[in-house]
C-alpha cells in the first residue's frame, strides 16, 4: 500500500493506505483523531469538516493522498494544550450552542473558516455559510448566537432558545 504523509495539527503524520482511503477515516482510524465525526454517506452533513491548507473541506469528499504533503487541522487542535477553549468553543459552551455534540466539531470548524474571511459576519451570512452542517437537536439559533458571539459581536438582544 502506498504511503502518505501531511501534517496534521502541526505534526508529521503518514500512514500506510490504500488509494480509496478518505482523509476522514485516516484521520479517525489511522491517527485515532476521532473528533471528526462521520454523520452521513452522502457528503451533506459536515460533521467531518476540518481545515486542509486553512479552508474548510468535508473530510469525507477528499481522499487522504489527495491530502500528501499538506496542512491538515481538526478540532482536536482548536483547544490550546492546556485545555483552554478556543474563542468560538467557548461561545458554543456559553450560548448553549450544542446539545449532543455531534455536529459541534464541524460546526466549530466551519465557524472557525468563516471568521477567518469574514471577521464580523451578519446572522444570514453565518446561516448561509451554515449551509453545509447539519444539526439534529439545536434549531441552530444558539449555533449563530455563539458564532456571533464568538466574532466579538453584541448578542444581548437575541433572545436565547
Ligand atoms: S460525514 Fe462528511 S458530510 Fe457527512
Ligand atoms: S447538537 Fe446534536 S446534532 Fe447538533
Known sequence: MPE???TVN??????QIEGR???VDFLRENLGLTGTHVGCDTSQCGACVVHVEGRAVKACTMFAAEAEGMEVKTIEAMAEPDGTLHPIQAAFQDHHGLQCG????????SAAALLKDNPTPT???VRDYLEGNLCR????HNI????????GQ??????AE
Not at 502541526?10 to 500512514?15: L, N, Q, V
Open 21 to 23: 482511503t478518505l482523509l
Open 137 to 140: 437537536c439545536t434549531g441552530y
Open 4 to 6: 502518505v504523509k501531511m
Open 154 to 159: 453584541d448578542v444581548s438582544k437575541i433572545a
Open 144 to 151: 449563530v448566537k455563539a458564532i456571533l458571539a464568538a466574532s
Open 102 to 109: 455531534f455536529c459541534t466539531p464541524g460546526m466549530v470548524m
Open 10 to 15: 502541526g505534526k508529521p503524520a503518514s500512514g
Open 123 to 125: 446572522e444570514a451570512e
